[in-house]
Nanobody, 119 residues
């Protein structure tokens, strides 16, 4: 049974940092792309970052230079280090898996973790 568990969300002041983690069970990330998405209240879900199976990374423009995605194959976990957080980063963050960072249709979704940035 495949499960993706996102964790690390919380309340942080603007300018602060958080590290999100996406841990997989019943599945190995090797050979797949792992993406982080977010959905803020009243907004559509957007792809924030992605770690492709070949090591390439993707970031939406609004987080470039502030967020870093990394993978830990030994732990079968992907992390999203978020720094210089802004109030507009407030959202529920989800991790997902697909064959590539294009994400036409995710294979698996994890439950979200809430990030709240206070100004």
């Amino acid at each position: 049974d495949v499960q993706l568990q996102a964790s690390g969300g919380g309340l942080v002041q603007a300018g602060g940092s958080l590290r999100l983690s996406c841990a997989a069970s019943g599945f190995t990330f090797d050979g797949y792309a792992i993406g982080w998405f977010r959905q803020a209240p009243g907004k559509e879900r957007e792809k924030v970052s992605c770690l492709n199976y070949d090591g390439r990374t993707y970031y939406v423009d609004s987080v470039k230079g502030r967020f870093t995605i990394t993978g830990d194959n030994t732990e079968n976990t992907v992390h999203l280090q978020m720094s210089s957080l802004k109030s507009e980063d407030t959202a529920v963050y989800y991790c997902a898996v697909d064959h590539s960072c294009g994400f036409p249709e995710a294979l698996y979704w994890g439950k979200g973790t809430l990030v709240t940035v206070s100004s």
